[in-house]
């Protein structure tokens, strides 16, 4: 079985010392879409396509949508499954291929009629999963994501089988991005990408968003890389890194620098393929044109960029990597099929996601953002976290709006950000991990 179009694309551009570029970028008017991914294909950096799509189609109003059409009324992404695949089909023509690769992209918690949808157009690579999807979009339960998770991977899985190959990428380690510490998106990276493996998918990618330190980063990329080698070395992967996915710079000098910043990670942390963001991040909806610019800027900062010379990597030496291989080990242990062990790894609090209100969340963890930028565990609940220990920290609204914030002002005046300010009572007995 090969992996489809986008996959073996990723993997010849890494092997000409390429770094993939690729926009979140989905319009409702299929002419409209259509133009943004001939001007994609067109950039002067290395592609791929993207449909993203819209908030009706996420939750499953289908008919919302398709009234929404009837109406003109704007919509914030592609609407794929009230437009039909004939029609999607056709707005792909000559475009999606071996040579420009596209992706849905698209938020949904249950989203089976969305990969029906995609597959029925011609399309063969998506992203998601049965967490990353779940807990921080939506108040679905979490078996029920689970179930609906694996239908759509044996679709997936079974559409590969068919066509030539499909693809699959986790989005957990993009989840609540500055607000969860680093070994817990990997460690549910690899999670969901032996969730997939498991219901049948060949082809599978791994993310990881950037955060607060780029030292940080760079370690929790390079764990991310070791894990999966030796969690996932019987099919085919790839690391995806994400430009910074919370509140972004307000100031094109400080998009520019976040934007670079995050170039610069994915190279040196050995990521294949870059998520870019725009200068209008901050504000509204990207157009075709800043999507453009954003990555031709990326793609021509990622040509300047070596990849880091650093000794081989020593897991003993990483926190991202002792912190996300005890998490794996303590969820597998729970269970053999991975969707059964992480539901009851949820409900046992052993996997517990920061500041996220979802009912199947113990919402025991609590992080802080240090002086140094660096993104650490103030209580880790009953998360087995090696060398942590639970400082019962309260972490207030005034704390957590600084949290939010932290990237904002290190990027767009950099003076204003170089104290992070600690929770105001029992800040010395959180552990320093």
Known sequence: M?????????????????????????????????????????????????????????????????????????????????????????????????????????????????????????????????????????????????????????????????????????????????????GLLVALSILEGLFFRHHGIASLSLS????????????????????????????????????????????????????????????????????????AEAFRIPTIEENVSALERAGHHAATVRPAASPEFRPADSPAYREARALVEAVLDLHPEPGEALARAFAAGLLDVPYCLHPDNANRARSRVAADGRLLWADPGRMPLPGVRGGHLEVGSADLLHMLTYNQRRFDDPSAATEAREPADGAAHAERN
């Open 208 to 279: 990881f968003a950037q955060q607060t330190h780029p030292g940080q980063d760079l370690d929790a990329l390079r764990a991310l890389r070791h894990l999966a080698g030796e969690f996932l070395s019987d099919v085919d992967w790839h690391v995806v890194a994400y430009t910074f996915m919370g509140l972004f710079p307000q100031t094109p000098a400080g998009a520019a620098a976040i934007l670079q910043e995050s170039v610069e990670l994915a190279v040196r942390g050995g990521a294949e393929r870059l998520i870019v963001k725009t200068a």
């Open 2 to 182: 090969t992996a489809g179009h986008f996959a073996p694309f990723v993997r010849a551009a890494a092997a000409a010392g390429r770094l993939v570029v690729q926009p979140r970028m989905g319009f409702a008017d299929p002419g409209r879409m259509r133009a943004g991914l001939l001007a994609v294909r067109d950039a002067r950096a290395t592609t791929v396509g993207t449909v993203t799509l819209d908030s009706y189609t996420r939750v499953n109003n289908h008919a919302g949508a398709a009234r929404a059409l009837l109406q003109s009324q704007d919509l914030n992404g592609y609407p794929i499954v009230a437009h039909g695949s004939v029609m999607t089909a056709a707005m792909l023509e000559g475009l999606h291929g071996p040579d420009f690769p596209v992706q849905v992209r698209h938020g949904s918690a249950q989203p089976l009629g969305i990969f029906h949808a995609l597959v029925d157009s011609g399309l063969d690579a998506t992203e998601g999963g049965p967490v990353s999807y779940c807990l921080p979009y939506s108040r679905v339960p979490l078996r029920t994501a689970i179930g609906e998770w694996a239908a759509c991977c044996e679709l997936l899985a079974e559409a590969g089988r068919d066509g030539g190959g499909t693809h699959l990428e986790s989005f957990a380690g993009c989840m609540l991005g500055q607000l969860a510490p680093p």
